[in-house]
């Protein structure tokens, strides 16, 4: 699997990104369609998708594979294009997902750099969710119950293992 990510890790001004999808016509060809990073969430995004390589570098104890994964996600974070593509407050592919995944990133980093994010990032999930009326969607991906749990997580430091069914953790 680590493999197949580096095969499809691409560069960019901005740093290193992940395509969202890989049709059958991109692996035909062995190049994406995608021509840059998209939205950076949790689910298909940088952020996931670096979160899922520093764990797997953890897990094989592979330094530089973790250095890439947390220079990408660095990268991603300070990215204003990219982070401007997040318009929602929810744990799929909105605020509450970059903060749950930049929280988790920041307990197994190497370097303070996604702790040091961690405040601007709650103070915009924060924002955001004043702006989202709670009946609007309920649910844990896309609602308010995972705004709740990633607050309640932050707010407590511990996740109850929520995080596990994303594998963020």
């Known amino acids: ?3 197949w990510m580096d095969r499809w890790s691409q560069e960019a001004p901005a740093g290193a990104w992940w395509p969202e999808r890989i049709t059958l016509h991109d692996l035909r060809t062995g190049k994406p369609s995608q021509t840059g990073p ?3 969430s949790w689910c298909y995004g940088t952020p996931g998708i ?3 390589q520093q764990l797997a570098a953890l897990a094989l ?4 594979r973790q250095k890439r994964a947390e220079d990408a996600f660095a990268s991603c974070l300070a990215d204003p294009l990219q982070i401007a593509r997040i318009t929602d407050p929810a744990l799929c592919h909105g605020w509450a997902g ?9 307990a197994d980093a190497a370097t303070p750099t996604f702790t040091d994010r961690l405040p601007h990032l709650l103070d915009t999930l ?8 709670p009946e609007d969607l309920p649910g844990l991906v896309e609602g308010t119950a995972g705004v709740a749990l990633t607050l309640h997580t932050l707010a407590t430091g511990t996740s109850g293992g929520w995080p596990a069914c994303l594998l963020l953790n």
């Not at 970059?98 to 920041?106: P, S």
């Not at 924060?126 to 009326?133: E, F, T, V, W």
């Open 50 to 52: 670096a979160r899922a």
């Open 126 to 133: 924060l924002a955001q969710a004043r702006h989202s009326p």
């Open 61 to 64: 104890g592979d330094t530089a």
């Open 38 to 40: 998209l939205r950076p």
């Open 98 to 106: 970059l903060l749950a995944t930049t929280w988790h990133t920041a």
């Open 1 to 3: 699997m680590c493999r």
